[in-house]
Each structure stands twice: as C-alpha cells, then as structure tokens.
C-alpha cells in the first residue's frame, strides 16, 4: 500500500460494562475534535443498532426499539484518511491520546497493551477500491 493512497479503518472497541452517559459525552468530544484534523475524510462512530429486516430481507415495522446504553457491547468506529500518514497523525493526535488515558476505563484493555482497546482481532485496514458517494437525504 503507498503511504498517500487514501485509506479505511474499520475498528470495534470493546465495551466493558455498556456504555455509560459520560463516554457518550467523551466521543462526541473526541469526534469535534478530529473534524478539524487534516486528512479525514470520515469519522463515525457507532452504537449497535438491532438489525432492521426480518428474515426475509424486509424491514421490521415499527423499526425496534435501540439497544439501550448499557447493553451496548462496543463501540464500531469507521475511519477513512487521505493517506497513511493522515490516519497516523490522527491517532497519535491529543485527541486521541487524551481520549485513551481518560476513558481506557471503559473499554477491555488490550493484555499486550495496556493503555488501549482489545482491537487485535477486530481491526481491519482497507483499501479502498470502489466508492459511491451520495448527497440525498433518506
């Protein structure tokens, strides 16, 4: 992969015990902060949601109720950066190192490296291929 190709993260952290008020609060703090930095190009960060269809692909209506904050068992983060050393930048930012140090509390810590999230096995690095991008409103 060359260091200024764009590049996408698909990351789940694992939640100790749900997901409490206060790390809700810290994301939304930690996503302000990475809006500004340069070379994102998306940043999402994501609850568990109930799957939406039946088992015959159609949608379940009324859509389900969300899983409530403290039966959330990760937290999905899906990342994308115009280049290697972009996502770099970003995740030794203080954003980033702040938000560990802070919140490290509420996630399974990695046993190989204390100081972050068990993501060894569930981290993927992309890269990206094929793209569709829409600007309509659902």
């Not at 990351?11 to 070379?39: D, F, V, Y």
Request: glycine share 2%; aromatic share 10%; net charge negative.
């Amino acid at each position: 992969m060359n260091i200024m190709n764009p590049i996408t993260v698909v990351s789940k952290w694992p939640l100790k015990n749900g997901c409490p008020p206060e790390l809700i609060k810290a994301l939304e703090k930690l996503t302000e902060m990475t809006r500004s930095q340069p070379g994102v190009l998306i940043y999402l960060v994501n609850l568990q949601a109930p799957f939406p269809v039946d088992s015959n692909g159609s949608p379940i209506c009324p859509y389900p109720n969300p899983i409530p904050l403290n039966e959330q068992k990760e937290i999905v983060f899906i990342e994308s950066y115009s280049s290697v050393q972009a996502f770099s930048d970003h995740f030794k930012s203080p954003a980033v190192t702040d938000f560990l140090r802070e919140n490290i509390k509420y996630f399974r810590e990695d046993p190989n490296n204390p100081g972050f999230p068990d993501t060894a096995e569930t981290t993927e690095f992309l890269d990206r291929r094929f793209s569709i991008y829409s600007e309509t409103k659902a």
